[in-house]
């Protein structure tokens, strides 16, 4: 079956046709580094890695760029205007006493831990703001060139009426867009959806991040980066373009607006967007106190592994409710598998199973569908395929399931660990529990846990 996708720009699906089927271009828009990750956003970035991997499962070579905002995005976006308030680079610098540069170091350094931990392939670039000032001047002064950025007070902006098709991609025109916003349209725009391309620092104050421009002293406005690192890295038209369904609306409308009035050129064949992680069945916000990180995991418990499996369990454009039930769940259903697969000898190697690796490829092809993919997998691991054949399936669909289920294959338990076992047991028995517990502690410190079961017996599993 050919690789199809949901396209937000038709509204449909559709076969995937890259533009060289030798190479994928793949762009997604990364996070605003000003502080830590919410699991909010690594599920946009999870399902980037889902498609990463299920295009390089289908034989594409890919070249996936994932950038950085590190400067430019605006406070005022909350309220529906991302080109008022304060740049939170700028704010975070205030709040932390520390540099615009070294806030968002810090930043970018705990995202590619916790991007790490969730087993997410690297792109090929990560592209970081900053470091494109000149190439989104240049994108400027073209589009200045051909009539569609106009000056105010406050800096460069794009003129939305100039551009026919501005509001496809979400359904709305621009006329009726801004209709949400919570403040006061700038009275001295020609539009209520014109958008800065370049902000002018304050008179009365000195930034962190400014550069000199044709215009004066400024920074970019927070939809210029995209358009100039895509157009940089990967050409004037990409294959791909992802991201949270939140940035569908003005975000990436801007970024279709301003390079195609650029460049004469489509930008994006392929428009993907994944859904919202809710919270208790809400929405999730740090101003009501459940913006969860993978830190918060951590203290109760969880592996950002089961985080992974549970985004597994909605398709990437229908809502996941969060729920520290439901992750649980998704824990204990990880752990199954590795109980599974770790009482399986990796032995004499076999060829995986045709007919479910087809399956699987099949509702992976119809728009990344891992839920159902998960299914195979389960359903393919409770088949009577032999031991040999069902290792050699799992490991494949692991390439894209990517849940490191090769670490758990046939493991062997240390001596040291049984030993310890052995002993926690004896105190046991004998009812010298504050010693029963210290050695547990000791057991937990070297990766394993002890499971105490209803009939005086135990299991020993290595931990999530």
């Given at each position: 079956m050919a690789m199809r996708v949901y396209n937000s720009l038709t509204r449909k699906v559709e076969d995937f046709r890259p533009s060289n089927p030798e190479m994928v271009t793949m762009y997604l828009c990364g996070p605003t580094v000003y502080n830590f990750i919410s699991i909010g956003n690594y599920r946009t970035y999870t399902f980037g890695d889902f498609v990463h991997r299920t295009l390089l499962l289908n034989d594409y070579k890919v070249k996936y760029v994932m950038n950085y905002t590190d400067v430019g995005h605006m406070t005022g976006d909350n309220l529906g205007d991302a080109d008022i308030g304060k740049d939170r680079l700028e704010a975070a610098a205030e709040r932390e006493g520390r540099s615009a540069r070294d806030i968002a170091d810090y930043y970018i350094n705990d995202f590619l831990k916790g991007y790490d931990r969730l087993n997410l392939l690297k792109p090929y670039k990560f592209t970081r703001a900053t470091e494109y000032i000149p190439d989104q001047i240049a994108l400027v002064r073209e589009l200045e060139r051909k009539g569609y950025a106009y000056r105010i007070a406050d800096g460069i902006y794009f003129d939305t009426s100039k551009f026919e098709k501005y509001g496809q991609l979400s359904g709305m025109t621009a006329e009726t867009i801004m209709e949400g916003a919570r403040v006061e349209p700038n009275p001295e725009k020609r539009n209520p959806a014109?958008?800065?391309?370049?902000?002018?620092?304050?008179?009365?104050?000195?930034?962190?991040?400014?550069?000199?421009?044709?215009w004066g002293v400024g920074f970019p406005g927070w939809h210029l980066e995209c358009s100039a690192m895509s157009m940089k890295e990967l050409g004037e038209t990409i294959d791909l373009h992802l991201g949270g369904e939140d940035l569908r609306m003005i975000h990436h409308q801007n970024e279709?607006?301003?390079?195609?009035?650029?460049?004469?050129?489509?930008?994006?064949?392929?428009?993907m967007h994944g859904a919202f992680l809710q919270v208790d069945g809400g929405r999730m916000g740090r101003s009501i106190g459940n913006q969860y990180t993978l830190t918060d995991l951590d203290e109760r418990g969880f592996d950002p592994l089961a985080l992974r499996y549970l985004f597994m369990t909605a398709h990437y454009r229908s809502p996941l409710n969060f729920t520290w039930e439901s992750l649980q769940n998704a824990q204990n259903s990880l752990k199954h598998l590795y109980d599974i697969l770790g009482g399986y000898k990796d032995a004499e190697k076999a060829m995986p199973s045709d007919r479910h690796i087809a399956n699987f490829m099949d509702v992976l092809n119809d728009d990344i569908n891992i839920p159902e993919a998960l299914a195979v997998c389960w359903e393919m691991l409770k088949s009577n395929l032999g031991e040999s054949v069902k290792l050699a399936t799992i490991l494949k669909m692991d390439k894209v399931l990517g849940l490191k289920l090769d670490d758990a294959i046939g493991y062997e338990i240390p001596q040291e660990v049984l030993d310890l076992v052995k002993t926690r047991t004896e105190y046991r028995k004998n009812g010298i529990w504050d010693k029963a517990d210290l050695v547990r502690h000791q057991i937990n410190d070297l990766g394993y846990s002890v499971e105490d079961l209803p009939d005086g017996k135990f299991k020993v599993r290595r931990k999530l």
């Open positions: 014109d958008f800065a391309l370049w902000k002018f620092s304050p008179k009365d104050e000195k930034r962190w991040q400014e550069w000199d421009s044709p279709i607006a301003q390079s195609e009035c650029a460049s004469g050129k489509e930008f994006s064949k392929y428009w």
